[in-house]
């Protein structure tokens, strides 16, 4: 018989309760925002890390048809990017009209002074104020919460102010999604249930160099004794309980003697998969106490059966029909998409890099699992864009970027990682998103009405990264940082071994370097005022000097000193200077935590080979428009300058950008 | 055991024909309002009336002079014990109707779990398919045929678990209807029942067991398979089904016994039960 | 119980006797114990490091 589980009694009694205290009226439904109807309609793709360059040449090549079209009903352009060019910054630069100076997002990272440690840049979990300890039990009397950190309004929120309908599909550097009555779900920035930006957990009966703990995700050594595995999927921590130990699910699998076939059994979820095949969207539930648990989604892929056992299980994702964290506005918004697509991915960037990365994908498994991505975005999409009618539609799509990460080495002759051979495979990889992008384009211009203004914009483009540059390595060659002891250089990470009271400056993010200041740093030497000034130029100075000693190219093209470029409430809590590397560099692996190896260029043997991170001005983004734009170079900021312009709505005082309309 | 399942599983499919498209609401206000009916009549013959009459008069009696001498700690005490008395009192004079009624109500409630507690797969819907083969048969030499008919697939070979006897199948459900499978074993061949994309009321078998009282009991919904064939039992995993209310899920079984008691006690004046 | 005596600058041990005073504590040891609770529990409810350093390898352009 059904069992009656303990998630029905308390929904029952919920109902029961809700049900009297609303005199037995409906749940209450939520109002959705401004039903203003608006002569102008503007839809805007934000297509992220789409390149000027591979744009101008696909065109040319005939491959880009509908973004040849949009072009001659209006204009295509390079679209200024932000400083540094990493998304969590220039869609802020986007979203709020400022420069981050006026939103405070200066890095994907930024950094706790006092005790030097690296943090995200975007949002921040806080634990519960207070809470009631029986035991080992923890009861917390007010929930936690998560923040996001990006300052200034959003221009949805503007829009609302005035009645403008507007739907926001995954905006990055919206999470958790600032509160609006608008229809928003947020993207990029968006953890999984673990809070991590993605933590994939990988079983194998294989013997693996890998360490238990890799950068993304999890690898568990497992045994098939008796064709049945065994194991344990970790879930969030268990707030509930005294020293919040990690929660897991017990699963079982089992593979048959011959056949290359295996059953997953986990909580109420139980199905069969071929070796090489993906499951659908499964729910599971981490138990914290007695009536909570914490619910998620996620996916199963059987790498394989024989000779070794290989099973990947995706990052658990919020699950949207239940989301455990704040994921949409209205906060119906998300539940009513599950339930008419079912799961989906609800992670910021869903691609999984790191798998790829650490050679628990391959390249065509990569491509297949962010096709999974790429397909459920685009059925979103017919359906708000079948439904869009008034105001703004804003729609955006990760594929773009993440492929030409990870592809990038096979249209590079000169990456450290190109293969000829792969390259035969793989080289068009980029190419077909572009084109994809292009189809997408075709559907909505067949929505376009004559009151229709569509926008294709990407907030950077692209580069190489075949070199990377260490950059405490630098400042520690330089003089300007110090190590406790020189014979461990290199070992540690988060400047364990800085001798601070010796250290000027230091690097952690990827584009920012902090002055190691008096009464800001937890040991800060540097006093603030014409010392310090002197030391930023100096050092700035110095930066744009670099050289590479094997090819003799300069490595950064430009260090900009945060004061002269920024402008808002801000600017003080910004790093002292953004670096602007030049084409083909970037700041190494071990530069964004605080790690200080012996050398100071090398080659990037990752397969992360496609890059941003660089100097501005080497990699603006595109905007593609069906009207002429008056302004010569548009910058991201410009455009939500041009949203409000289109809605007649006048640019607040603190917006940078001007309408280029 | 067949004979009497078949039979009284009909009743239910005749009461439940006229509401099979509509809201399972329907079906499940009308099957509480006669199991309301049902358990009155049980208790009004079942029951010593009078005596229930009585003793609930005395509670009422003894909760007046708790009342009256609220101020008088003596008696309130004593009232309070004699409220208790009549209470284990009541208790006992219900325990035999409720005895009475257990038996026909497991029966009612086996039959309404598959009315009410799953879904009908849908086209496209994949589940698994369970063959649970007799302790001592080898299952990685069983000869094991299954024969889907075109609306039905069956998407994996054979997997087999050594250690719980059993053959699991992926199986994909096409078109809508009540489908059989047909299973061939050492010449003889039995079948299993699929639903899908079946009316919101209708009767779902998960489960087709060997010949054996109890599972016959338990799993009334098909004839039980043939002693000959070495297999245990063959099930389709389908998915759970809820009574929705405003958008809440509640296990129907909690309806079941809400509305059957509200029906029992709006009927009691009129059948002149006393309860 | 095991206890163990901690030595304090006179300067800071008139402080605090005077602010132990001051705030209504029963007896400076009761104070102290109190100051290093609320700063202990401070630094557990703080992420490790380690638990960042994780977090934050998570994302792509970290390793």
């Given at each position: 018989m059904n069992k009656l589980n303990r998630r029905e009694f308390i929904k029952l009694s919920l109902t029961a309760g809700s049900f009297l205290a609303l005199g037995g009226s409906s749940a209450p439904i939520i109002k959705a925002s401004g039903k203003k109807e608006t002569p102008e309609k503007l839809i805007i793709l934000g297509l992220d890390g789409m390149d000027p360059h591979l744009v101008d040449v696909l065109m040319n090549q005939g491959k880009l048809p509908n973004f040849r079209r949009l072009q001659s009903l209006g204009d295509f352009r390079p679209l200024r990017t932000s400083t540094p060019p990493q998304s969590p910054v220039a869609w802020s630069n986007f979203i709020t009209g400022m420069n981050p100076g006026g939103h405070g997002i200066f890095d994907f990272l930024?950094?706790?002074?006092?005790?030097?440690?690296?943090?995200?840049?975007?949002?921040?979990?806080?634990?519960?104020?207070?809470?009631?300890?029986?035991?080992?039990?923890?009861?917390?009397?007010?929930?936690?919460?998560?923040?996001?950190?990006?300052?200034?309004?959003?221009?949805?929120?503007?829009?609302e102010d005035h009645d403008i309908p507007a739907t926001i599909f995954?905006?990055?550097?919206?999470?958790?999604?600032v509160p609006t009555k608008q229809q928003t779900l947020s993207g990029m920035g968006t953890t999984d249930i673990l809070g991590n930006p993605g933590l994939f957990n990988y079983y194998t009966t294989e013997f693996l160099e890998l360490k238990e703990d890799i950068g993304g995700g999890r690898i568990h050594e497992v045994y098939a004794i008796g064709n049945k595995v065994e194991a344990t999927?970790?879930?969030?921590?268990?707030?509930?309980?005294?020293?919040r130990p990690e929660s897991w699910l017990d699963f079982t699998v089992y593979l048959d003697p011959v056949n290359?076939?295996?059953?997953?059994?986990?909580?109420?979820?139980?199905?069969?998969?071929?070796?090489?095949?993906?499951?659908d969207w499964k729910s599971v539930r981490f138990p914290m106490i007695p009536t909570q648990s914490v619910p998620g989604i996620c996916r199963f892929y059987l790498k394989q059966v024989r000779p070794e056992f290989k099973l990947y299980i995706s990052p658990i994702n919020i699950d949207p029909s239940a989301p455990a964290l704040p994921i949409s506005t209205p906060p119906a918004y998300a539940e009513e998409l599950a339930k008419k697509f079912g799961g989906f991915y609800t992670q910021g960037l869903p691609a999984d890099t790191k798998a790829l990365d650490h050679g628990v994908f391959d390249d065509g498994e990569f491509l297949e699992q962010d096709n999974f991505v790429l397909q459920e975005r685009m059925d979103i999409f017919d359906h708000e864009l079948s439904r869009f009618e008034s105001g703004l539609l804003f729609y955006y799509v990760s594929s773009t970027d993440q492929r030409q990460h990870m592809f990038w080495r096979y249209i590079d002759q000169e990456h450290p990682l190109y293969d000829p051979k792969l390259a035969s495979i793989y080289g068009k990889t980029i190419e077909s998103i572009y084109i994809e992008m292009d189809r997408m384009l075709a559907k909505t211009m067949d929505k376009m009405d004559k009151n229709t203004i569509l926008m294709v914009m990407s907030d950077h483009g692209f580069t190489p990264f075949r070199r990377s540059f260490h950059l405490n390595s630098w400042l520690k060659e330089n003089g300007y940082l110090n190590l406790i002891n020189a014979w461990k250089q290199g070992e540690e990470d988060l400047f364990m071994n800085t001798d601070w009271s010796r250290t000027k400056a230091y690097a952690y993010g990827i584009n920012s370097l902090f002055i190691n200041q008096a009464g800001r740093e937890g040991e800060g030497v540097v006093r603030p005022g014409a010392e310090k000034e002197a030391l930023v130029r100096e050092i700035a100075q110095k930066l744009e000097q670099v050289k590479d000693p094997q090819t003799g190219e300069r490595i950064v093209s430009r260090a900009f000193v945060a004061k002269d470029i920024y402008r808002g409430r801000y600017v003080e809590e910004a790093p002292e200077i953004i670096v602007g590397y030049n084409r083909g560099y970037r700041a190494s692996w071990s530069t964004p935590l605080g790690r200080i190896p012996k050398n100071l260029v090398e080659d990037n043997k990752e397969k992360w080979s496609g890059d941003h991170c660089m100097d501005p001005n080497v990699i603006p983004g595109i905007l593609l428009v069906n009207r002429k734009s008056k302004v010569e170079h548009p910058a991201l900021y410009d455009l939500t300058a041009t949203i409000l312009d289109v809605f007649n709505i006048e640019k607040p005082e603190e917006m940078i950008g001007k309408s280029i309309f | 055991m067949w004979i009497f399942n078949s039979i009284f599983g009909k009743i239910f499919e005749i009461i439940f024909i006229p509401f099979r498209s509509l809201s399972p609401w329907v079906g499940m206000t009308l099957i509480s309002l006669l199991t309301g009916l049902l358990m009155l009549l049980i208790f009004r013959y079942t029951s010593n009336q009078e005596g229930i009459r009585k003793v609930k008069n005395k509670i009422k009696a003894h909760l007046l002079e708790l009342r009256l001498f609220k101020d008088s700690l003596a008696l309130s005490l004593k009232a309070q014990g004699n409220i208790f008395r009549s209470n284990i009192k009541y208790i006992g004079y219900s325990g035999k109707p409720?005895?009475?009624?257990?038996?026909?109500?497991?029966?009612?409630?086996?039959q309404l779990n598959f009315w009410f507690a799953y879904q009908s797969l849908q086209p496209g819907e994949i589940t698994i398919l369970k063959v649970k083969v007799q302790e001592g048969q080898n299952i990685l030499d069983l000869e094991l045929k299954i024969e889907p008919p075109r609306s039905l697939a069956i998407e994996t070979l054979p997997l087999r678990i050594e250690e719980q006897q059993e053959i699991n199948w992926r199986l994909r459900a096409k078109e809508g209807g009540l489908h059989s499978l047909v299973f061939r074993i050492n010449g003889q061949s039995f079948v299993k029942k699929v639903s899908v994309a079946q009316k919101p009321l209708s009767r779902i078998s998960p489960l087709r067991v060997r010949r054996n009282f109890i599972d016959e009991l338990f799993n009334p919904g098909e004839a039980p398979i043939s002693k000959d064939i070495p297999v245990k039992s063959i099930e389709v995993k389908y998915p759970n089904k809820n009574m929705n209310l405003f958008g809440w899920h509640i296990h129907w079984i909690i309806v079941y016994f809400a509305l059957s008691i509200i029906f029992g006690f709006a009927l009691k004046g009129v059948l002149k039960v006393e309860i | 119980m095991g206890k163990a005596k901690v030595k304090l600058e006179k300067d800071l041990m008139d402080k605090v006797k005077k602010y132990a005073e001051l705030a209504g504590y029963s007896s400076l040891e009761e104070f102290v114990t109190h100051c290093l609770e609320k700063e202990i529990s401070k630094l557990e409810e703080s992420e490790s490091e380690e638990e960042i350093k994780k977090k934050l390898k998570g994302l792509g352009y970290i390793s």
């Open positions: 930024h950094r706790d002074p006092e005790r030097y440690i690296p943090l995200f840049s975007a949002a921040a979990s806080e634990a519960a104020k207070s809470a009631i300890k029986i035991g080992n039990l923890v009861l917390p009397l007010s929930g936690g919460k998560i923040k996001n950190l990006r300052k200034g309004r959003a221009f949805w929120q503007i829009l995954k905006m990055p550097s919206n999470y958790p999604p999927l970790p879930g969030p921590r268990n707030s509930f309980k005294k020293d290359p076939l295996a059953k997953i059994v986990i909580q109420d979820e139980e199905f069969i998969l071929k070796e090489g095949e993906w499951s | 409720l005895l009475v009624m257990i038996v026909p109500l497991i029966l009612i409630l086996i | -």
